[in-house]
């Protein structure tokens, strides 16, 4: 059985990542990269599908847990009747093959543990072969893969795992590093585990001093700061992609089928991911990012997809796993995302605004990418009144979603701001004639007049969340009445126990089962639209209530169950983190903050 999604911490080397539990395992981790097969796949079934637990002998140790401030080193402190001991856990920059070191480190006393490494690979499924090496080492080779086990403890093999139970005395360490490589090349060296570490610390600290040398009061520093360290070990650094999470499959309701593979790049990311890093001071990811989304998106605007795969590869099959039996029996497990796709038409504004605010923080020449972005409004302009899958990513059929049409605007605000502003060719009067029928015809149709809010889909009477952002995408200002009463809509219909859902699942046909929990971005946004409407004393409170959701290593998932108080949903997900810090942000802005940056419609209020 894994353990509730918000016990578990995050660890990773910028390339693929690691879930460590409470009780000290592993229960999840892909090699070598965020998507490859899963080697530790316990957190999706049981512990014969993988794992790596070090814990006491003790079955019942008082737990505590941190991270070394401003890194990703997580520490474990385990106390027993028989002593104390701290389980270090960190993968190190990698600089050849990758490697997970665990040191245990004794601190009073003397206490027994216990080792338990299952490596099964492909996800769970493949047992591999395991040897002793000429140097000592455990050797575990299956197809492709291969992993080496360094270590002084002695071990031995158990009904097809390998375990040792040994003592940790009090100022005495024993270390464990755990490296991959690909089957055909050689096996790979042990890193030196306390240089390793003392390197990883120092990566991490001076990564995170950029942050606070830009200049950012006190409030919420631990926050913020643990939120871009997040991002950052998000971010496949090969390429600059960030994945949305480093997980799939973890449920956004127990027990049912609304489980996705999140081991994926995102474009509807572009922006906020953008806002967050550059204004946290980090333009160096911000280009990179930048970068990753002009080759992803890169060849004929019309097979542009809404995601990527980490290197920007455009095949991402999705397919189910059967000898997986979901997380708490949440099935089915799947690889890959059929929401690849679809067509969502939001994803037109979100590009087009991050190039736009791109320039804005001059990440590179004004002009490059123009030609490419010409060509997508294009495209644009002659799709933009087709019915989609909207942001959402429904499976139930392709409508007219407010959202999507406000964000075609956006795409061609954003074009006629970057010619006005940067000097760039393209036929103006064109943009702004089909800017201005845009915005009349989502005011004439996304609008209900008798709910006075904008409504999920033109002429229904649903709501959705997306809709909080119309002010902040400068699609009207936020003192525009249709703004404040959508706000007020949202409030009264979509709130549940003072949390934002992103619409009623028994109300919209999505082609699933209803129920989720609420998904935690929404709420930011809401913070952020009291932010925007001069409500900052409640906008505050709000954002401090999402604080204090964050599990105790300062992570969240993607989405909240109030009633059960607990996370649902992929974990960590980048998108709730960059929301947190964006709202941070703007709640930290001495003025109210610009609705990314865009100036109100030139219109006046359509």
Known sequence: MPSAIEDYGLIGDCETAALVAKDGSIDWLCWPRFDSGACFAALLGDADNGRWRLAPADPKPTVTRRYRPDTLILETTFVTQEGEA???????????ASSLVRLVRGERGAVRMRCDLTLRFDHGAAIPWVRRTADGAWLAVSGPDQVALHTAVALRGEGMTTVAEFTVHAGHT????????????????????????????????????????????????????????????????????????????????????????????????????????????????????????????????????????????KRLTEWEIPWLSGYEGSKPVRIGNAASEQLQIDVYGEVMDALHQARIGSLRNPGEGWDFQCALVEHLSKIWESPDEGIWEVRGGRQNFTHSKVMAWVAIDR????????????????????????????????????????????????LDASALLIPAVGFLPPDDPRVTGTIAAIERRLMRDGFVMRYHTHETDDGLPPGEGAFLACSFWLADAYVLTGRRAEAKKLFERLLALRNDLGLLS????????????????????????NTAHNLLSQSRPRPHGARPPPHGRA
Request: aromatic share 12%; proline share 7%.
């Open 86 to 96: 701290t389980l270090i856990d960190f993968f190190p920059l990698r600089a050849g």
């Open 174 to 313: 024993a270390p464990f590093v755990l490296s991959y490589a690909p089957s055909h090349l050689p096996v790979p060296d042990p890193v030196d585990a306390f240089q390793a570490l003392r390197d990883t610390e120092a990566f991490w600290r001076d990564w995170a001093s950029a942050h606070h040398k830009h200049g950012h009061p006190d409030a919420w520093r631990d926050a913020l700061a643990r939120s871009l360290i997040t991002l950052k070990a998000l971010i496949y650094a090969p390429t600059g992609g960030i994945v949305a999470a480093p997980t799939t499959s973890l449920p956004e309701k127990i027990g049912g089928p609304r489980n996705w593979d999140y081991r994926i790049c995102w474009l509807r990311d572009a922006t906020l991911a953008l806002l967050a890093f550059m204004n946290a001071g980090y333009y160096e990811e911000a280009r990179e990012w930048r970068k990753w989304l002009l080759r992803a998106a890169a060849g004929s605007p019309s097979q542009m997809q809404i995601m990527y795969g980490l290197a920007g590869e």
């Open 415 to 462: 074009a006629i701001r970057s010619a006005e502003n940067f000097g760039l060719d393209g036929p103006l009067d064109q943009w702004r004639a089909l800017r201005q029928h845009m915005h009349r015809q989502v005011c004439e149709k996304g609008f209900d007049p008798e709910i006075g809010a904008f409504v999920q889909t033109y002429g229904s009477k649903n």
């Open 558 to 581: 993607e989405e909240y169950d109030p009633g059960a108080k607990r996370f649902l949903g992929n974990f960590p997900q980048a998108f709730s983190h960059i929301a947190l810090v």
